[in-house]
């Protein structure tokens, strides 16, 4: 059997959580670092940090790391949340790699699709242009740079409406009347088993010696405008629009492409909304 794999997963909330597990069934050891960490799963070997303090946690590995997961969430929806969360608390944890003298064989560094700025309807994929019109997408386009010029091998992986347990908005949203007719714009999304699963992947195949590329844009199968979203949730909720309660338009218009990720041998689960959709609606 092959030596288990030392992973730190920097920002263990949901979906770095939902990575840690997949790891640890696989046999490897994983850290999870975060603020409080009575919520971490069984078994992940605590960090207590604020990736805000420059100074190295007390409970960092001592031991050599295979490889990190960068997995943070903003903590505040800010310009000045993201660059703490995403750019700043980055530059801390390579920081304390080097204090430490750690060389992770890859940086797994969660990202968004909106470093894509399009809303032509286009499909995009890793190669498509990163001209990202809102400030989020310009910070975490940054952020990428900072993991694929760390000085370590580095993989940036683009989420795209993340949703699963826990995940309700828009689901409240229709069943308190929302609709959108209108919002014919296309949409991405990715079931949080999957995106979680996405993220594992690349660390596996990487430790097994598959070329692992720099990039890659985790999404399912379909791209959808919202306007079927939300009309499909009326159905399966059984409830009425109310009027003068719209949807606004979110910005952007885009159709992602997972192929790279599906070539390098994932698949998701639930291959449309629709699938995972259906088993959220029947665990509330």
């Known amino acids: 059997m092959p030596k288990p794999l030392r992973v730190v997963v920097v920002g263990c909330g949901d979906i770095g959580s939902r990575v840690a597990v997949l790891l640890q069934q696989q046999g490897h050891v994983v850290h999870g670092l975060r603020r ?7 078994g992940v ?3 207590v940090a604020d990736l805000n303090q420059p100074d190295c946690p007390a409970d960092w590995p001592r031991a050599p790391i295979d490889y990190v997961v960068y997995a943070m969430a903003a903590q505040s929806m800010t310009p000045e949340g993201y660059q703490q969360s995403y750019v700043q608390g980055q530059q801390h944890m390579y920081r304390w790699l080097a204090q430490h003298q750690q060389q992770p064989r890859r940086v797994v560094f ?3 699709t909106g470093v894509y700025g399009q809303s032509d ?8 242009a990163t001209e990202p019109q809102r400030w989020s997408g310009q910070i975490m386009l940054e952020a990428e740079q900072c993991a694929l010029h760390s000085g370590h091998p580095a993989t940036a992986v683009r989420l795209s409406g993340i949703y699963g347990p826990g995940r309700n908005m828009l689901i409240e949203r229709v069943r308190s009347g929302y609709h959108a007719p209108h919002l014919h714009s296309f949409t991405n999304r990715i079931h949080a088993d999957d995106a979680a699963a996405l993220i ?3 660390v596996v195949v990487d430790a097994q010696g598959q070329a692992v590329d720099s990039l890659y844009i985790g999404v399912d199968n379909e791209p959808v405008e919202q306007a079927e979203v939300v009309a499909w949730l009326q159905e399966q909720l059984q409830v009425q629009s109310v009027t003068g309660l719209v949807l606004q338009p ?10 790279r990720a599906r070539a390098l041998g994932w698949q998701p689960q639930y291959k449309n909304y629709r699938e995972g959709y259906a088993v959220q609606l029947a665990n509330l």
Not at 36 to 42: D, G, K, R
Not at 121 to 128: F, K, L, M
Request: aromatic share 2%; proline share 6%.
């Open 110 to 112: 969660v990202s968004s």
């Open 250 to 259: 979110r910005s952007g218009s885009k159709r992602c492409s997972n192929a």
């Open 45 to 47: 070997l605590p960090i």
């Open 200 to 202: 594992a992947h690349v």
């Open 121 to 128: 309807s286009s499909w995009i994929d890793e190669d498509s």
């Open 36 to 42: 409080h960490t009575a919520a971490l799963p069984a």
